[in-house]
């Protein structure tokens, strides 16, 4: 019986042992490396996200009579991928850049690279405008300003009551859908853009089709509240993608390439040019 009394004091703790419950697995939290999670719609990330993927769209688009502006981002969820990023998952309406009148609404991903390289979009949208109509629009916006037979050039557009010259609204088109391409590239999960004034424009006569302008812009970068002065020269072809070249004042002069411009093209403009920066 001296074996059994020694063996009891263990048995009673195997079995309490078996009766105590086991640590649950902890549950992975929802801001884990690859785990998506919601976003607040109205979040600076959500809302800076979705004006990227427009400012893309816009810059793709190539279209002065089709820019959007957003509208409200409806859905939102983002995904930290390990050694690639941060990518967002977005649902939102879009407005017309001019009426502000409901322009269809899009879902896109955007995802930040952790290496310094524009933001990767994939947008798809559903248009309330017309296809053709957008087109010929364009095509009457070419006419006219093709037929201009001196060079336009103008400045401070809008004035600071927030005006446009109606023979300025072409050139102001433009504009946006040209800068689009700097506020997609230069846009971070942090900071984002608006192009809020071209300081000046004056456009090249060329022997053919195209149009070519160069334009002094002021982007507003958010949230810091900086003005960036940036030089864009651009050539428009309705039909055809947009050809974009800038440098910022912020950027040390450094020239960017946007729409696969031909180097060799690309180049004969800059030597031609060079002198009138």
Same mark, same amino acid.
């Given at each position: 019986?001296?074996?059994?009394?020694?063996?009891?004091?263990?048995?009673?703790?195997?079995?309490?042992?078996?009766?105590?419950? $086991?640590?649950?697995?902890?549950?992975?939290?929802? @801001?884990? !490396?690859?785990?998506?999670?919601?976003?607040?719609?109205?979040?600076?990330?959500?809302?800076?996200?979705?004006?990227?993927?427009?400012?893309?769209?816009?810059?793709?688009?190539?279209?002065?009579?089709?820019? $959007?502006?957003?509208?409200?981002? $409806?859905?939102? =969820?983002?995904?930290?991928? *390990?050694?690639?990023?941060?990518?967002?998952?977005?649902?939102? =309406? =879009?407005?017309? +850049?001019?009426?502000?009148?409901?322009?269809?609404?899009?879902?896109?991903?955007?995802? +930040?690279? #952790? #290496?310094?390289? !524009? !933001?990767?979009?994939?947008?798809?949208?559903?248009?309330?405008?017309?296809?053709?109509?957008?087109?010929?629009?364009?095509?009457?916006?070419?006419?006219?300003?093709?037929?201009?037979?001196?060079?336009?050039?103008?400045?401070?557009?809008?004035?600071?009551?927030?005006?446009? %010259?109606?023979?300025?609204?072409?050139? @102001?088109?433009?504009?946006?859908?040209?800068?689009? +391409?700097?506020? @997609? %590239? #230069?846009?971070?999960?942090?900071?984002?853009?608006?192009?809020?004034?071209?300081?000046?424009?004056?456009?090249?006569?060329?022997?053919?089709?195209?149009?070519?302008?160069? +334009?002094?812009?002021?982007?507003?970068?958010? !949230?810091?509240?900086?003005?960036?002065?940036?030089?864009?020269?651009?050539? @428009?072809? *309705?039909?055809?993608?947009? #050809?974009?070249?800038?440098?910022?004042?912020?950027?040390?002069?450094?020239? %960017?390439?946007?729409?696969?411009? %031909?180097?060799?093209?690309?180049?004969?403009?800059?030597?031609?040019?060079?002198?009138?920066?």
């Amino acid at each position: 019986m001296q074996g059994l009394g020694a063996a009891l004091p263990v048995l009673l703790l195997l079995l309490l042992s078996a009766q105590l419950p $086991r640590p649950a697995v902890a549950e992975q939290p929802p @801001w884990a !490396p690859g785990v998506e999670r919601a976003l607040d719609p109205s979040s600076r990330l959500a809302v800076g996200a979705a004006r990227v993927a427009l400012h893309n769209y816009n810059f793709h688009a190539a279209s002065p009579s089709g820019l $959007r502006a957003l509208g409200q981002v $409806r859905k939102a =969820t983002v995904k930290s991928i *390990p050694g690639v990023g941060q990518k967002c998952y977005l649902q939102f =309406t =879009t407005e017309d +850049y001019r009426s502000r009148e409901n322009a269809g609404s899009c879902l896109a991903t955007v995802l +930040y690279p #952790k #290496k310094k390289s !524009p !933001p990767a979009v994939n947008i798809k949208c559903i248009n309330t405008k017309d296809q053709k109509q957008i087109q010929e629009e364009d095509n009457r916006l070419y006419q006219k300003l093709k037929r201009q037979t001196k060079p336009i050039t103008g400045s401070n557009i809008p004035d600071s009551f927030g005006n446009i %010259e109606p023979a300025l609204e072409p050139v @102001w088109a433009l504009a946006v859908a040209g800068s689009s +391409y700097m506020m @997609w %590239e #230069k846009s971070t999960e942090k900071v984002g853009y608006f192009m809020t004034q071209v300081k000046s424009v004056k456009q090249w006569m060329r022997k053919d089709d195209s149009l070519e302008f160069d +334009y002094v812009i002021l982007l507003h970068e958010m !949230p810091t509240q900086e003005m960036i002065s940036c030089h864009m020269r651009l050539i @428009w072809l *309705p039909g055809h993608p947009l #050809k974009v070249k800038y440098t910022c004042d912020s950027e040390n002069h450094r020239l %960017e390439d946007g729409s696969g411009m %031909e180097s060799g093209s690309a180049a004969g403009i800059i030597r031609e040019r060079e002198e009138n920066f």
